[in-house]
């Protein structure tokens, strides 16, 4: 498949005034442990952010995080799962018919980012209310791309997951990037979720070596990636799984794992009886929840299986 269409650069955001800096440094509190970025900073080498950052809505599009190689987020005590070191999300609608508000052009690059980073729009996962809503009616991909964040960038950059999952992109991401990056820590499940209905996302060149619970990269009903040129460590659990999770919790999945390229990438770790680098349509419609989103004439609630179509996953190596 081509690769995504050239990007129109977004407009910079302002630069963080003092105010945003002082807050951003400053220690958390009980009910008050979050600090929220619109606007662009510089941070020094041996600052450390300790509040979860969040960047909300389309007020923030353009902003740039430069840490310098400074630190985001703390692994005492350890973080829930809510507990996100970054948090990049959309703003729901004031009222019915409303317009999601959503960030875009916002990149994070330099960072040393303790826990997880969740990118989201209508939901934080597939099981979202807003989701469930949206998917029982024809037209749900593109509404959910329309609310959820597009072009994020995490460049240069080291995640260490703390037991969740490090990189989560909800349903309806489209256009991010994770670029000469390090994935580690550990992780109770994937080092990288692709939720459903988001597309045209860059996994490329980074090094994953998560201690992981399943596969490295899951691509649950996600659509045009490209993941490619990284080096992931696998420990026996398989690297990218492409399917498409039938009927959970209510949602019907309309679109499918297709058109993915993931080539040029190392999968190391495998061992005698270790799973495979890589299956497409690794589930094929057997789990007891696929019958959760029947009643509707169309995607998972029609047709429980797969259906990933289109998708090069060659060549790539096996050490």
């Known amino acids: 498949p081509p ?3 050239a990007l129109v650069e977004p407009a910079s955001a302002r630069a963080c005034d003092v105010a945003t800096r002082a807050r951003l440094l ?44 400074a630190t985001i987020g703390q692994a005492e005590p350890a973080p829930t799962l809510a507990d996100f070191a970054v948090e990049i999300r959309s703003r729901a609608p004031a009222g019915p018919g409303g317009t999601w508000s959503r960030p875009s052009g916002v990149t994070l690059r ?40 597009t072009e994020i960038a995490i460049r240069d950059s080291t995640i260490t997951a703390l037991g969740h999952i490090p990189l989560y992109l909800a349903p309806g991401v489209t256009r991010f990037t994770l670029q000469g990056s390090t994935l580690d820590g550990r992780s109770g499940a994937d080092a990288i979720y692709l939720d459903a209905e988001s597309a045209d996302n860059v996994i490329a060149d980074n090094t994953i070596a998560v201690a992981l619970g399943r596969e490295a990269i899951a691509v649950d009903g996600s659509a045009r990636n490209r993941i490619t040129g ?56 057997w789990r ?18 797969d259906g990933g179509t289109g998708n090069v996953v060659a060549p790539n190596t096996v050490e």
Not at 27 to 50: F, K, M, N, Q, Y
Not at 54 to 67: F, K, L, P, Q, R
Not at 252 to 277: C, E, I, K, M, W
């Open 26 to 69: 400053s220690p958390p509190r009980p009910g008050d442990d979050t600090a929220a970025i619109a606007c662009s900073i510089t941070l020094s080498p041996g600052d450390h952010v300790l509040r979860r950052v969040v960047v909300e809505g389309a007020e923030a599009s353009g902003a740039e995080i430069d840490c310098a190689g």
């Open 288 to 305: 007891l929840y696929c019958s959760q989103d029947s009643g509707y004439p169309f995607g998972s609630s029609l047709d429980n299986s």
């Open 110 to 149: 330099n960072c040393r980012i303790l826990g997880h980073v969740r990118v989201w729009g209508m939901g934080l996962n597939g099981q979202g209310a807003a989701v469930k809503a949206s998917s029982h009616s024809l037209g749900h991909t593109e509404r959910a791309q329309a609310a959820a964040p």
């Open 230 to 285: 990284n080096r992931i460590a696998t420990q026996g659990q398989g690297g990218v799984r492409l399917y498409r999770n039938c009927g959970e919790g209510g949602t019907v999945r309309h679109q499918t794992p297709s058109n993915n390229v993931v080539t040029g990438n190392t999968f190391t770790g495998g061992g005698l009886f270790a799973s495979a680098a890589i299956v497409v349509n690794s589930r094929g419609g």
């Open 3 to 5: 690769a995504p269409p």
